[in-house]
């Protein structure tokens, strides 16, 4: 299945200025040299992308350009440390928040402005669709995401409200989901960032 932020690009073009594609081997070698074990989607993300701006805010950070580029990987990581981010970290992500893989393992953090880790994702589309669509989703009418699928904001009147697979009541915020560490990263997250509406 492709990637959310890969479908919504293709739907509305004018919000996604991708700097091009980059070669996998190279990005694999990159992450080599960094030490850090960076997930098969954030690669193939590069890949397919090679980073850009989204959202007119949102940064998703160059990965091979020196520590003098403000939109590359290791200028935005070195920054972060220096204002007390965890070691160990890199930084993929500006713009609502900071994201950043942790190398140890291949997670997807977010940090809240004082560098602390503040939320755990998954994997890319989990954190792409919790935070930024999340976010923007209804600001510039994309499609929403749900149980792996593509659905549309505004249901007609007669099934608004209601699961389209079970015909049960479908939740609507945070607090109707069922507790487990979704809800608990999900809550995390907007604990830190009082701007994401529930």
Not at 76 to 82: C, H, K, L, P
Not at 115 to 129: C, E, M, P, Q, T
Not at 138 to 144: G, I, M, Q, V
């Amino acid at each position: 299945m492709k990637s959310p932020i890969l479908v919504d690009a293709q739907a509305h073009p004018r919000l996604f200025r991708w700097n091009g594609p980059i070669d996998p081997q190279i990005l694999l070698q990159w992450a080599a040299r960094h030490d850090c074990m960076v997930p098969p989607d954030l690669l193939d993300f590069w890949a397919s992308t090679g980073g850009g701006e989204v959202f007119e805010t949102e940064m998703f950070l160059k990965p091979l350009v020196s520590s003098a580029d403000e939109d590359g990987v290791e200028h935005a990581t070195i920054s972060r440390e220096r204002r007390g981010m965890p070691a160990g970290l890199v930084v993929f992500h500006e713009g609502l928040g900071s994201t950043a893989v942790r190398c140890a393992d291949g997670a997807y953090v977010s940090l809240d402005f004082d560098s602390r880790i503040a939320g755990l994702y998954d994997s890319f589309d989990d954190w792409y669709v919790n935070v930024l669509r999340s976010e923007y989703g209804e600001r510039y009418r994309l499609a929403a995401r749900r149980h792996g699928g593509i659905r549309r904001l505004r249901r007609p009147r007669a099934d608004r409200g209601r699961s389209h697979r079970s015909g049960k009541r479908a939740a609507r915020s945070p607090l109707e989901l069922a507790p487990g560490p979704a809800l608990e990263r999900i809550v995390s997250f907007r604990a830190w960032n009082p701007a994401v509406p529930c």
